[in-house]
């Protein structure tokens, strides 16, 4: 990487046999990459020996030159800087609208105090240099997070931090310690939350634990305080999946439409359950179901247990397979009555109530999401107005 290349040498090397290129300023020798190139051979062969910087960044992203910079860079152009900045772990954008505003030197908030500030350093640390390279690949391939991955949340407590402030937290220490489970408000959770997201993969960060954040309230604040600390235990620590099943082919907006029913056995320790539910988020691998069914008076929330006569099959969707989106069916489920979340034919309000920290997150996600969009945008004209002047791909604040 530190050779320095004249233009001539470079101009030279314009063949298939040995094709070389400039971009940015810096060589690239992509004789052996060609036939593997997913652009194609033939493109290449257009700009062996040339200066394709304008062609390169108006067709990639820049994450793809950071990929294979290793394999391919051979020099520097002799006498000539590169212009990109090269963003490095942690740091922020300062592309217009591309950080929340907190984050901008000149804002001042009363709300945010430093361990609001640690924490999100960390996080984003961590998102761009653990959770962004597993995201990419699980949302192409459509498969579950990696067991790696989510036993590194389950060390950092993230899982915990993620459904807010509460006794969940209580000795824990929460991400290597940079803030206490008493000082832990809902600015730190929206702050997790904003830097999940950041890894711009909409299927894959919903198969991150979503269907966790948006369920295990409702077993948090309606479970028996055994069955409670058993799943809540299993669930954080990431050895246990569980997800919401309230929707139905029958019943979507309109909850009150749910035909899924749940009849008490004989000798009142089961309730029996028969129904479907459909579009339910990580249902495809999922050990615990937080139900919505109907009962002889009203409705329940019931935690049925994957087992028999439990069976969920993959729906398609628009997004990526890795959020386990499910169609599930269950047949004459037997459900232990320490199961049932709250009171007997007043579960409608349980369900009510879950769908609180639901909608929390989901409005940081699509706030900060949007955000994302904005940011590349911005990018993308910039980068195409300046090229061929100055090119400037991301300014960046690299933070302490
Ligand atoms: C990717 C994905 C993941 C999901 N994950 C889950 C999950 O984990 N768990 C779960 O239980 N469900 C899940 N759902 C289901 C989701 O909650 C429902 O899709 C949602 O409640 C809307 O219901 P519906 O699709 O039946 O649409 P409908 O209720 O049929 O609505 C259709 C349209 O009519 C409008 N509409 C409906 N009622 C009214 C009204 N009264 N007044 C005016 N307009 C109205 C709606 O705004 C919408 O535009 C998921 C859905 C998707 C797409
Ligand atoms: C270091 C050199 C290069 C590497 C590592 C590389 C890598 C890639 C990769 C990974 C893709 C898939 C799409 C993506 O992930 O963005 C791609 C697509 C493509 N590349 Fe390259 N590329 C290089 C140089 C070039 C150059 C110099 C050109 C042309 C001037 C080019 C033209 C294309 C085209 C036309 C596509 C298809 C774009 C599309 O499908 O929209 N590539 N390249």
């Avoid at 305080?225 to 990431?238: C, F, I, K, Q, T």
């Avoid at 009150?256 to 579009?279: F, L, Q, R």
């Avoid at 993959?314 to 709250?342: C, H, Q, R, W």
């Avoid at 994302?372 to 791909?393: D, F, M, P, S, Y």
Wanted: charged share 25%; net charge neutral; proline share 4%.
């Amino acid at each position: 990487m530190s050779k320095e290349i004249s233009r001539d040498e470079i101009a030279q090397n314009d063949s298939r046999d040995s094709l070389w290129c400039i971009i940015d300023a810096k060589v690239y020798d992509l004789t052996d990459f060609a036939d593997a190139h997913p652009g194609g051979s033939v493109v290449l062969a257009q700009i062996a020996g040339q200066d394709a910087t304008i062609d390169f960044f108006n067709l990639h992203r820049y994450e793809v030159l950071q990929k294979y910079d290793g394999s391919l860079c051979i020099g520097t152009v002799k006498g000539e800087k590169s212009q990109v900045i090269d963003p490095k772990p942690g740091d922020l954008s300062l592309v217009p609208y591309g950080e929340p505003t907190w984050l901008t030197p000149q804002f001042r908030s009363p709300y945010y105090k430093q361990s609001h500030r640690r924490l999100q350093r960390a996080m984003r640390v961590w998102v761009d240099t653990v959770l962004t390279p597993e995201a990419r690949e699980r949302e192409l391939d459509g498969s579950r997070i990696g067991d790696a991955v989510l036993k590194d949340m389950a060390r950092l407590h993230m899982n915990a931090m993620r459904m807010g402030p509460g006794p969940h937290l209580k000795g824990r220490t929460l991400m290597n310690g940079v803030v206490s489970p008493e000082e832990f408000d809902f600015f730190h959770e929206m702050i997790i939350t904003q830097e999940l997201c950041r890894t711009g993969t909409r299927g894959f960060n919903d198969g991150n634990l979503g269907g966790m954040v948006i369920s295990l309230p409702a077993v948090l604040y309606h479970a028996r305080p055994s069955v409670r600390d058993r799943v809540a235990e299993e669930v954080l620590s990431g050895k246990k999946w569980m997800c919401l099943a309230i929707s139905e082919a029958f019943a979507g907006s309109d909850v009150g439409g749910m035909k899924t029913t749940a009849v008490k056995s004989a000798d009142g320790k089961h309730y029996i359950v028969n129904g479907t539910k459909k579009w339910i988020t990580n249902g495809t691998f999922c050990d615990y179901f937080v139900t919505g069914v109907k009962t002889a008076k009203g409705f329940a929330v019931l935690l049925i247990e994957r087992g028999e006569g439990v069976e969920t099959t993959p729906i398609k969707t628009s997004y990526s397979a890795a959020a386990g989106t499910a169609y599930i069916k269950f047949e004459d489920i037997k459900v232990p009555i320490e199961n049932l979340l709250g009171r007997e034919d007043d579960g409608f309000k349980v369900i009510m109530t879950n769908f609180n920290h639901e909608r929390w997150m989901i409005a940081i996600f699509t706030v900060r999401e949007s955000r994302l969009v904005v940011e590349g945008c911005i990018k993308w004209a910039n980068q195409r107005r300046v090229l061929g002047k100055r090119l400037i791909e991301e300014p960046v604040i690299r933070q302490k």
